[in-house]
């Protein structure tokens, strides 16, 4: 079975903190993407990879940056919390360009105070 | 634009009956394919079906099934003989060119005993 694993189901941090949410899949999948998810909101896609040291922004990329030095981890940063980046970030993984199913990780619930 | 709606926030449904949760979707793309998700209260996305834009026959997955009308731009989930354990927030999602995936707002189940 594919495997996406987050670093952390819930973190809490305090508003102008560095944060780092990270990413593992252990199916050798070449596409990894996070996504926020906000109440009435759904889903939306911040940044992807279709590669090692690629990366796509998304949607809404403002405020986050990310990295892909290992085809296995992609990373979320957040390079000065704010209140506003509190939710819900869920990463996921696929395979190919034509991708079938994405593979999603449990989620990490981020609150910035 | 590319976008999903999902127009009904919340829908009750009393156990073993069919529910049908709507979506419709916008693209200019001939190439597409549409998915429902399916995410519990513990977080996690869970891929329950998918529909390819050429396909020719509805897909079908145990309980569930996928009525695509590619005229209207609909691709509604059905399930049938509603079960307590189907109570969860159901997201459509529809895959672009390049693979990414754009979802809607998600619907709310509940089912009632």
């Known amino acids: 079975d594919v495997k996406v694993t987050q670093s952390s189901r819930y973190l809490v941090k305090r508003t102008g903190e560095k944060v780092f949410l990270e990413c593992v899949q252990d199916?050798?999948?070449?596409?990894m993407f996070w996504y926020r998810q906000d109440p009435g909101l759904g889903l939306r896609l911040i940044y992807f990879s279709y590669d090692v040291k690629m990366k796509e922004k998304g949607d809404i990329p403002e405020g986050y940056s990310v990295s892909r030095e290992k085809k296995e981890r992609f990373s979320l940063i957040l390079e000065s919390a704010s209140t506003n980046q509190t939710s819900m970030y869920l990463c996921?993984?696929?395979?190919?360009?034509?991708?079938?199913?994405?593979?999603f990780g449990p989620g990490t619930r981020l609150t910035v105070t | 634009a590319q976008k999903i709606t999902q127009t009904q926030p919340g829908m009750f449904v009393q156990e073993k009956e069919a529910v049908t949760l709507d979506c419709t979707y916008d693209t200019s793309d001939p190439s597409y394919g549409l998915f429902w998700y399916k995410q519990p209260s513990s977080g996690e996305m869970i891929f329950l079906i998918y529909?390819?834009?050429?396909?020719?026959q509805n897909a079908t997955e145990g309980r569930y099934s996928l009525n695509f009308q590619k005229a209207r731009k609909s691709a509604n989930l059905v399930i049938s003989a509603s079960q307590l354990g189907d109570s969860a927030m159901y997201f459509c999602a529809m895959r672009v060119i390049g693979g990414k995936l754009i979802f809607g707002q998600g619907t709310e189940l509940s089912v009632k005993p």
């Open positions: 199916m050798d999948h070449e596409n």
């Open positions: 996921a993984s696929s395979s190919g360009t034509a991708a079938y199913e994405q593979y």
């Open positions: 529909q390819g834009s050429y396909d020719q």
